[in-house]
């Protein structure tokens, strides 16, 4: 991946910080649009605002709406699809003139996307697909790639040979793109078997925590445990320290402080798939612009992901390095 190849709708270079990029596109609009920009009225429908990557998100929408223009109200649903249909209702009656959606059940909120669409709002998605609904753009990382590309460590870490278990996050179609992409990379690796696994339920009584311990009890000859995202890579490492299983492989998906603090202390915790939250969001807001100036938005928008491990967290733990051209800084290279 070079400097110059696009991301998005513009190129890798001339997206090299948020603040330059707002810029060059505000000094590019007539002041005639540059006025209608600052009146912009927009709406944010949030699945949630907690972990890394709801702060993240949040700060994204915020800080692009502060350079770019325009006012933002927010809802959080708190990972509850029924009360995210129920916002989204409500943002529908106050007309914005664009709605940002991060899904936390992409499936159960379809319906009431779709009647964002037919009451003719543009709608502009992060991290998430919307299934069966024709948003105007899209921003989210590859959840194939990032379960491909996971798995891949551990099966090298095992040198292709050991036993491993799971902990998946299928409540969301798009999160659950990386169980299939996990799935794709054992197949190359025949000799490394999923000997048990978890699937976590919003609505469940198990927490991810009491999850690995229990499948660490069950199986205390597993080998390196697979998480579909950082949380429960995080709690499943208490778990493994609590077990005395400090040579047991953990990786995750997300990124952020807490699952850098982890990575870097020398823990089980070797891998997270750090997602650039914060560029989705910005990029939403961008693109929102962008269509209402009567310029075309990128219908699909993959964004970076950077495989961190313990040598990229040696000097410090970055909590902006999803803010656009921050990585480029710290010398990360996006994996996915």
Request: proline content about 5%.
């Amino acid at each position: 991946m070079t400097d110059d190849m696009m991301t998005g709708g513009f190129s890798r270079r001339a997206f090299m910080g948020a603040s330059i990029a707002a810029a060059a596109a505000m000094a590019a609009w007539p002041k005639g649009l540059r006025a209608q920009a600052a009146d912009r009225k927009f709406a944010a429908s949030l699945g949630w605002t907690t972990y890394d990557s709801g702060r993240h998100l949040q700060d994204g929408f915020n800080a692009a709406v502060a350079e770019l223009g325009g006012s933002l109200t927010t809802t959080d649903a708190g990972f509850d699809a029924r009360v995210q249909s129920d916002q989204i209702d409500s943002l529908i009656a106050s007309k914005p003139d664009a709605l940002f959606i991060t899904p936390a059940d992409a499936v159960a909120i379809a319906p009431a996307v779709q009647r964002a669409v037919a009451a003719g709002i543009p709608v502009f998605c992060a991290d998430s697909a919307i299934p069966g609904v024709l948003v105007n753009s899209t921003a989210m990382s590859n959840n194939f790639g990032m379960g491909q590309y996971s798995c891949e460590s551990i099966c090298k870490a095992l040198n292709g040979k050991g036993k491993i278990a799971r902990v998946m996050l299928p409540q969301n179609e798009s999160w659950d793109q990386r169980t299939l992409g996990m799935e794709w990379t054992l197949r190359r690796y025949p000799d490394v078997q999923i000997v048990t696994e978890w699937a976590f339920a919003l609505a469940g009584n198990v927490t991810p925590r009491q999850a690995v311990d229990n499948i660490l009890t069950s199986n205390p000859d597993i080998d390196a445990i697979w998480c579909a995202w950082d949380g429960a890579a995080v709690e499943g490492t208490l778990a493994a320290k609590a077990a005395g299983r400090d040579n047991l492989i953990l990786t995750g998906i997300d990124g952020g402080s807490q699952a850098f603090n982890y990575i870097a202390g020398d823990t089980p915790l070797k891998l997270s798939m750090a997602q650039s939250f914060y560029e989705m969001a910005y990029a939403n807001v961008l693109y929102a612009h962008e269509h209402l100036a009567g310029r075309p938005a990128p219908r699909l928008i993959v964004t970076p992901t950077y495989a961190v491990t313990k040598d990229m967290l040696a000097d410090s733990i970055p909590d902006d390095f999803d803010v656009p051209g921050r990585a480029q800084e710290l010398g990360w290279v996006r994996a996915v």
